[in-house]
DNA sequence: AATTCATATGAATAGCATATCATATGTTAT
DNA sequence: ATAACATATGATATGCTATTCATATGAATT
């Protein structure tokens, strides 16, 4: 991998599975990788592979619990930036993105 | 390729050559496919690619000119959009995202 | 209408990211 | 110190995406 940090942050966010952990932790505040995993059934490995490259980008933070490293996502910017991505989706994407006809 | 919106969008912002059109649109507000395939030094082919998926989630638009398809960037979302995720990259990722090592 | 310029399309290969599996590391309790 | 729980890591095979090449479509000019 030998990304610029834009293209990094792009490429990161560019993965079903890493967009729905962050939607997840937005949604419920902090999270360990188990219940992450239960909750969008998906293996711990997996869960661990992207939380990791989500920690990268710095989109989510951990702190250590006893056994546990609970997961939560950067309220700084990313939690504004999903917002402001979502104006533009719901604007020009609700119905347009998911009909290849037409333009 | 089966992709909800908000996954969509991000698909299609996860690869570097889309990336690279949309900084140069910014940029240099409106071109066509082949100045933008010479300056970027990729295939005509593959930027008109490119640009067709970035047209399907409205980050850019098109006007008929002639012979030519002039290509310009979303104003209305994409410019305030790449701003704010600029502000993330600069805070947190020029340093953190290229170096894999710590965290 | 034929030619040239500009862009788009389709198909196939090449290239890369992800999912998976097995295992290692780390933490706490007994 | 060992066991049990929680998470991370590494290697590999699979699957998906992008690049490429060849060609088609569209527009304007002669």
Redesign the pocket.
Known sequence: ?NYASLDHFFMTL??K?RVRILQLLAKQGTM???AIAETLK?????A?????QLLLCHFVT?K?D????IYAINEDTVKPLFEQIERHVDKYCVKGCAHWSRL
């Not at 661990?48 to 990791?52: A, E, F, I, P, T």
């Open positions: 991998m560019g993965n599975q360990g990788v188990t998906v293996e711990q490995s997996a661990s592979h992207s939380l990791k951990v250590q006893g056994k546990e490293r």
